[in-house]
């Protein structure tokens, strides 16, 4: 399987280029002509129909998308701040595999689970019989595919989350941070009124949206590190948003996060013509509920679905109705 595009299609590019693209909050950039066709013509016909999609939803809404091989991009409420809520924990994945490389850490370097450590919420860890030995690259899977929180919390006693949130803002994610370890109160926070404003973290479309091109590009750390990271995001287990609507054939790579008013997720979506960068973030949602059939997460998946048939019209209209999604390597759950 593929994770991203061959060198050939790739564009060399910083965070800081991708980000600047973005400078008008929920217009589209002019961008030069591509062999997909006029780019306009896409963002404006895609633009209208998620448009509509969002003036239905009882909540606020913002979205990126980019086509990561040439840089076409379009976003609504993109520079928006939104809580992050697990979606930052991606941050914390990319600081860990750039401590790698930077030699302060390795993967394999153990951690030991005890009884205090464990947290609710997310994950299974905080089931598990305790003590208990894991390695950073053990946690950093649990953390993302299934946004296990005491794996969080057992990476954060080493990265603390300062020096994530200084990891973000070294790559030009200005509005990325995570304040305190999952579930500790606001006080323990670098930023204690900013945590109770937004809970563990806060972020944008734009800049999450910016941080996966790079990703995608194998730009993030280093090829392999940004192949890796990928990897880990296509076994993600929680599918009810972007991959939900998706033909089962389909990658995404991708991350969630959600609290009872807000919603997210973004990640990589794989296209038989076209792949793409989508992420979709909601917040003060009248939906609250935990069900399947949660408003944010119908529509967050029919906006995906909208952007992907955009993309990749020889495949034509998706089946309506929800698709059972495959997890690469696992089967369907």
């Known amino acids: 399987m593929r994770f991203f595009t061959s060198a050939s299609r790739r564009r060399p590019s910083s965070l800081h280029t991708v980000l600047a693209s973005w400078i008008l909050l929920g217009a589209a950039v002019p961008l030069q002509a591509s062999a997909h066709g006029p780019p306009s013509q896409f963002l404006e016909s895609i633009r209208s129909r998620i448009s509509g999609l969002i003036a239905q939803h009882h909540g606020v809404v913002g979205l990126a998308v980019v086509d990561p091989v040439n840089g076409d991009s379009f976003s609504i409420m993109g520079d928006e701040e939104f809580p992050s809520a697990s979606l930052v924990k ?80 070294s790559l030009g994610l200005e509005h990325t941070r995570i304040f305190l370890p999952v579930n500790a109160n606001a006080g323990e926070s670098f930023d204690p009124e900013a945590s109770r404003a937004f809970g563990l973290g806060v972020t944008t479309p734009v800049e999450i949206a910016a941080l996966l091109t790079m990703l995608y590009r194998g730009e993030l750390v280093d090829a392999e590190a940004s192949e890796k990271m990928l990897g880990i995001m296509t076994r993600q287990f929680y599918r009810e948003g972007i991959p939900r609507e998706l033909p089962p054939e389909v990658a995404v790579a991708h991350k969630t996060g959600s609290l009872d008013r807000a919603r997210n997720d973004c990640g990589v979506v794989y296209g038989p013509s076209r792949d793409f960068v989508i992420c979709v973030m909601t917040k003060e949602n009248e939906d609250q509920t935990w069900t399947y059939d949660n408003e944010a997460e119908r529509l967050i998946a029919a906006i995906s679905r909208e952007v992907y048939e955009a993309l990749n019209p020889e495949t034509g209209r998706v089946g309506d109705g929800v698709t059972r999604h495959p997890v690469p390597g696992s089967g369907y759950r």
Do not use: C, H, Y
């Open 90 to 169: 991606l941050g914390v994945m990319v600081d860990a595999f750039a401590r790698v490389r930077e030699g302060s850490l390795s993967l394999n370097d153990p951690l030991t689970l005890l009884a205090l450590d464990q947290t609710g919420g997310s994950g299974v860890l905080q089931f598990l019989s305790t003590p208990r030995e894991l390695t950073i690259w053990d946690a950093v899977f649990l953390m993302v595919t299934l946004s296990d929180n005491t794996a969080t919390n057992l990476l954060l006693e080493k990265l603390r989350p300062r020096q994530v949130t200084e990891r973000m803002r």
